[in-house]
């Protein structure tokens, strides 16, 4: 048998080419067919996604058409909470959130094979790269790039949760003067979102009156802001006009509460951070500028003592 191999070995190669050049084709048809019955998403009511995101949206949507039936929905709730949180949750799915991590762990996977790979010329670093060396090279930046995208997001909850408690004390300023003037908490907000300046609590604020608009109650409105920041000054805030609504009351007092409560309470924080500098800077202190400054100091003297030594 192996010298009918031999002999004929032209005709092996060529059925080898055939079946090779078969199984490439059925495999690309395959795809095809796997890309062409992905839908086109229609984003008309949905916010735009993250400049990183939109570089590589078509292969993060086409992924995430097939992973999404597969997801867990423990997984699917704690992504939707944190892409709520972070204000994504008209940009993007828990699923497109997913399909977005296991795309940059490829794409880095590829880029740390070619970053290695460049080094594997004569005369360069390493002259010879083993198989072993790619494996671990893609393994890293398989782990870097699924790994990225979760601390971009938990980034952005502590930067919005920062914007929030910084903004908060305005805002209720301007509506508990608006509503002082004799303006309906409806037109209050209207007034804070055309008046405040740009960021979390304005983009909530202007939610809510979309809402209203679209045919919410008031309190429901409200209470899905508060279920949106969790944060515990808003959920007061919303609380006591809701309560305050329901029983009749002046919301001019209530709101001029709440604004001066937050406040204080931005104060205390303020001082808080400004306790802890300190202790904050010991390591730093320690660890980098004392050594320095002792070599500033000790080292003419060390000189002069192997000077004299000498």
């Not at 601390?151 to 408690?165: A, C, F, M, T, Y």
């Not at 301007?174 to 309906?184: H, S």
């Not at 009156?209 to 969790?230: H, T, Y």
């Amino acid at each position: 048998m192996p010298s009918f191999l031999l002999s004929h070995s032209d005709t092996v190669f060529l059925l080898l080419a055939i079946l090779i050049g078969l199984a490439a084709a059925l495999v690309g048809w395959l795809a095809s067919r796997a890309v062409a019955s992905v839908p086109r998403e229609d984003r008309e009511y949905k916010d735009p996604p993250p400049l990183g995101f939109r570089l590589l949206w078509w292969p993060i949507h086409a992924l995430a058409y097939f992973i999404d039936p597969l997801m867990p929905d423990k997984s699917h709730l704690a992504a939707q909470g944190k892409l709520r949180k972070a204000g994504l949750d008209f940009s993007l799915s828990p699923s497109q959130f997913l399909a977005a991590r296991l795309v940059a762990a490829i794409l880095l996977a590829l880029v740390g094979c070619w970053i290695l790979g460049s080094f594997d010329q004569p005369g360069a670093l390493a002259e010879n790269i083993g198989l072993n060396a790619y494996l671990w090279a893609a393994w890293f930046g398989a782990v870097c790039g699924y790994v990225y995208p979760a601390i971009w997001l938990r980034d952005r909850l502590v930067q919005r949760r920062s914007e929030l408690l910084k903004s908060l004390p305005f805002y209720l300023d301007i509506v508990t003067l608006c509503v002082e003037a004799g303006l309906n908490l409806q037109g209050a907000l209207s007034q804070a979102v055309a008046r405040g300046p740009k960021g979390v609590l304005r983009d909530e604020m202007q939610r809510v009156l979309r809402d209203i608009r679209a045919g919410k109650s008031r309190a429901d409105a409200l209470r899905g802001m508060a279920e949106r920041l969790n944060e515990p000054g808003v959920s007061t805030f919303t609380g006591a006009v809701i309560q305050a609504e329901s029983m009749g009351m002046n919301l001019g007092p209530v709101l001029r509460a709440q604004a001066d409560q937050r406040r204080s309470e931005r104060f205390l924080r303020a001082e808080k951070l400004a306790m802890e500098a300190p202790v904050k800077l010991l390591f730093p202190l320690i660890a980098f500028i004392f050594p320095c400054t002792f070599i500033v100091l000790f080292f003419p003297i060390a000189m002069k003592f192997i000077h004299d030594g000498l």
